[in-house]
C-alpha cells in the first residue's frame, strides 16, 4: 500500500486539504516549522521558525512566515496564503501543482510561465529552518521577493500592533538580523545576493480558523520591517537560513543533506522493512528531543504539548526500544528517575520551568513496565540495577505507606488513588474546578499495573539476587486474586471501571483492556475473553478505541467547541489512537495466527490516516462516530509508539 504523502492539484482540493491538512518539521529541540500545505496559519502554533529557547520548553514563535511574490516579464504572482475576516489574501495556493512530505514538506508552484519548486526543513538540534527554492522553469530571470513576518511571542499567546516593537532592520551581505523586542533573541534571515527594501509596518488581523472552533483568540497582527529581493536565473537554486544563530558562511544545500542523511539513518538503523513501519519511524524521531544541555525526553504532542511523565513512559519502546534508539532510552529513563519524589514520577514539566507537577497515579507504574521493556531489548542490567531498582524500590516503599493525593496500598492490597478536585489517571480532563472523569477509589487500569509494577520488581529482585523477591511475587499472587475479586462484573461479562467500597462503575470504557495487555496479565481465558468482546463490540473503531461506550449516558460522539465542550468529551467517548496498541497485542495473545494476521491489516489501514491531519504521522483523537475526523494534537508520541511496539513486539516486524 503507498502512503498518501505525495499529493497532485486534484487530491490537494479532496476535502480542502490545502488547508486542512498539516505539515511539521521538527529540530530535536522542541521547536519546529508548521503550516498548512496551502500555507495559510490555521493555528497560533505555525510558524517558520518556533523555537525552544529552554529546551524542550520557553517556546515561542520567532517567524511567522516569509511570504513570496514573483515578478517575471511585468507580471507579479503572489505565493502566500493568509486568511483575514472575510477574506482569503493573496491566493498563492491556486499555483500548487504539487506537494511531498519526501524528503521535507515540498512545494511545486506553477504560476504563468514560471515553475519554482520550494522545500521547508528544520535542522536537529538548533533553532535552525532552511528554505530552499528552486526556479526549474521561467522565460526570463525572475525576481523573488521575500516579505518576513515577525510574531516573536511565547507560543501559546497572540501578537498585536504595539509601539514596543523595534523598526530597526539591519542589513549587509544578504544578511538581515531582526531583534523586535527588547530581551528577546534576534532572528537571522540569511538571503544570499539579496537586496533590502526597508518599508516597517504592521499587518492587522490574520485569522486563524483552528483557534477560532476551539473557542479561542484567533486574531492576530504581524509585523514586517520590509522585503529581501534576489534575482534567480532558470536552474538556479536559492538556500535561505532562518536561525537564532548567526548563519555566516553556512551552506544551506549542505545542511539540508546532512539533515536528510541524518533521518535516514535513523530509518536504517531502526530495521524496519515495511513502507508503513519506515514513516512511523520518521514520525518518532520527531518527538525524541533534548531536554536542557545533556539528556533527552519525549514530546507528548505537538504543537502543545512538551514531556509528560505517563505519555513518556508509555511511548518509550515504541519510540526508542523498538527502534533501537537505545542510548536515548536511557538517558531518558535516568532522567525521570532523578526527579522521583516521594515514589511518585512527574506528571508533567511546566513550560515556564520551574518545579515538576506531580499529579499522577499511573505515569510511576508504567515506569516499571518501561523498565521491563528497556532491561528485555538491551540486556543492560548494570544500569537497571545500580540505577534504577533503587528508584523502584522507593516508589514501592511510598505506595505502601501512602504519598500524595491519597495514593496508598489499601487493607486489600490494591491501590487506591485520589482526592476531589484531582485527576489522577490518563482520563485527566479538568476545567476550572470540574474534574470530568475523577475516579476516585480503585481505578481498573491503576490496579493492573499496581499488579505488574509488583511481578516486576519481585523478578528484579531475583534477577539481581536481591533478597524478597519470592515474597514479593507471593504478594503480586495475592493481589492478582483480589483484583479479580474486586473488579469482575459477572453480570455484565467484563471489568469495572473504578471501584470505591461498595461504589462500583460499570461503564464500559479502555481501561480494563491493560488487564490483558500488560505484561503479566490478570484474568482467566475464558474472562479475558469476555472482556475482549465487549470492547470489540462497543468501543473498537478503525483508529482506535473510545474512551466510553456509545450506548452509555454521557457518551460525547464529537470532540469539538470550546474548552469545555472539549474537555467534556475528551474522555466520554473519543476515540484514542493510543489505545489501538493495546487491543492490538491483546488481539494477538488471545488468538494467536488469525489475531496476528487481523493486527496486520488493522495496522496497514491505518497508513490512509498519514494523509490526513497531521500529514505523516498520527494523530492524538478522533471522534467517536464515522467518519473519526481527526483531532486534538496533529502528531502524537504514544499514538505512533504503540503501534511501533505492537509491529516489532506482537508483529515481528
Known amino acids: 500500500m503507498s502512503l498518501p504523502l505525495d499529493f497532485d492539484t486534484n487530491a490537494l482540493h479532496e476535502g480542502d486539504r490545502l488547508h486542512s491538512a498539516e505539515w511539521l518539521e521538527t529540530n530535536g529541540l522542541g521547536g519546529w516549522a508548521s503550516s498548512t500545505i496551502a500555507g495559510a496559519h490555521t493555528r497560533r502554533y505555525h510558524g517558520l521558525l518556533v523555537a525552544a529557547l529552554r529546551p524542550p520548553g520557553a517556546r515561542m514563535v520567532m517567524l511567522s512566515k516569509l511570504e513570496e511574490t514573483l515578478l517575471c516579464s511585468g507580471a507579479s504572482y503572489d505565493l502566500g496564503c493568509n486568511q483575514y475576516p472575510g477574506s482569503v489574501s493573496p491566493c498563492g495556493q491556486q499555483y500548487i501543482e504539487h506537494f511531498s512530505l519526501r524528503p521535507f514538506p515540498t512545494w ?28 526549474t522553469e521561467a522565460p526570463a530571470p525572475v525576481e523573488l521577493l521575500l516579505r518576513p513576518f515577525a510574531a516573536v511571542r511565547d507560543y501559546h499567546t497572540l501578537q498585536h500592533a504595539n509601539n514596543d516593537v523595534r523598526r530597526e532592520a539591519p542589513f ?112 518518532a524521531d520527531q518527538f525524541i528531543v533534548r531536554r536542557g544541555d545533556s539528556g533527552h525526553t519525549i514530546i507528548a504532542g505537538y504543537h502543545w504539548f512538551t514531556d509528560w511523565g505517563r505519555d513518556t513512559m508509555i511511548a518509550l519502546p515504541g519510540l526508542c526500544l523498538a527502534t ?134 519481585s523478578e528484579l529482585r531475583a534477577k539481581f539476587g536481591q533478597p524478597g523477591g519470592e515474597a514479593l511475587a507471593n504478594r503480586a499472587l495475592a493481589v492478582k486474586d483480589r483484583f479479580v475479586e474486586t473488579f469482575w462484573n459477572s453480570k455484565l461479562g467484563y471489568l469495572f ?24 496479565e490478570l484474568l482467566s481465558q475464558s474472562q479475558a475473553l469476555s472482556v475482549f468482546k465487549a470492547i470489540e463490540q462497543k468501543l473498537l473503531t478503525p483508529v482506535g478505541l473510545r474512551s466510553l461506550a456509545p450506548n452509555l449516558p454521557g457518551y460525547r460522539p464529537h470532540y469539538e467547541g470550546g474548552v469545555h465542550s472539549r474537555d467534556g468529551a475528551y474522555h466520554q467517548g473519543t ?33 490512509a490516516k498519514l494523509g490526513q491531519n497531521g500529514l505523516g504521522t498520527l494523530s492524538e483523537i478522533y471522534d467517536g462516530d464515522s467518519p473519526f475526523t481527526p483531532r486534538g494534537c496533529i502528531a502524537q508520541a504514544w499514538s505512533v509508539g504503540e503501534i511501533l511496539r505492537v509491529c516489532r513486539d506482537d508483529l515481528g516486524e
Open 324 to 457: 533501537k534508539r537505545f542510548a536515548e532510552a536511557k538517558e531518558i529513563l535516568r532522567a525521570f528517575a532523578k526527579v522521583e519524589s516521594e515514589g511518585m514520577l512527574p506528571n508533567n514539566f511546566p513550560d515556564a520551568g520551574g518545579a515538576p507537577a506531580y499529579n499522577s497515579a499511573d505515569s510511576t507504574l508504567w515506569f516499571f513496565v518501561a523498565i521491563r521493556a528497556y532491561l528485555n531489548a538491551t540486556g543492560d542490567e548494570a544500569f537497571v540495577r545500580d540505577e534504577l531498582l533503587p528508584v523502584l524500590e522507593d516508589i514501592l516503599l511510598w505506595h505502601d505507606r501512602g504519598t500524595r493525593y491519597h495514593i496508598h496500598c489499601g487493607d486489600d492490597g490494591l491501590l487506591f488513588a485520589g482526592e476531589p478536585g484531582v485527576q489522577l489517571t490518563w482520563m485527566d480532563a479538568k476545567v476550572g474546578d470540574w474534574v470530568v472523569t475523577p475516579r476516585i477509589g480503585q481505578p481498573v487500569e491503576i490496579n493492573a499495573l499496581w499488579y505488574n509494577a509488583l511481578v516486576i520488581l
Open 172 to 283: 549587509a551581505d544578504g544578511l538581515l538580523t531582526l531583534q523586535c523586542y527588547n530581551g528577546t533573541p534576534p532572528i537571522y534571515i540569511n538571503v544570499p545576493g539579496a537586496r533590502f527594501d526597508y518599508a516597517p509596518y504592521w499587518y492587522y488581523h490574520f485569522q486563524y480558523s483552528e483557534e477560532q472552533a476551539r473557542g479561542l483568540d484567533f486574531d492576530e497582527d504581524l509585523f514586517s520591517h520590509g522585503v529581501l529581493r534576489v534575482t534567480l536565473e532558470p536552474g538556479q537554486t536559492l538556500g535561505v537560513i532562518v536561525s537564532l544563530d548567526s548563519p555566516t558562511g553556512r551552506d544551506p544545500a549542505a545542511l539540508l543533506a546532512k539533515e536528510s542523511a541524518r533521518r535516514d539513518a535513523v530509518v536504517l538503523d531502526a530495521g524496519f522493512k515495511g513502507e508503513l513501519e519506515q514513516q512511523l519511524v520518521r514520525a
Open 108 to 135: 511545486r508552484y506553477r504560476a504563468g510561465p514560471i515553475a519554482l519548486e520550494k522545500q521547508v526543513g528544520a535542522l536537529h538540534g538548533e533553532n535552525t529552518t532552511v528554505v530552499s527554492y528552486r526556479l
Open 497 to 520: 471501571d473504578v471501584v470505591n467500597g461498595r461504589d462500583r462503575d460499570p461503564s464500559l470504557r479502555p481501561n480494563q483492556l491493560f488487564a490483558l495487555s500488560l505484561p503479566h
Open 575 to 607: 476515540v484514542w489512537g493510543w489505545l489501538l496498541g493495546p487491543y492490538l497485542t491483546a488481539l494477538v495473545r488471545l488468538r494467536g495466527a488469525s489475531g496476528r494476521e487481523r493486527a496486520k491489516a488493522l495496522v496497514q489501514n491505518l497508513s
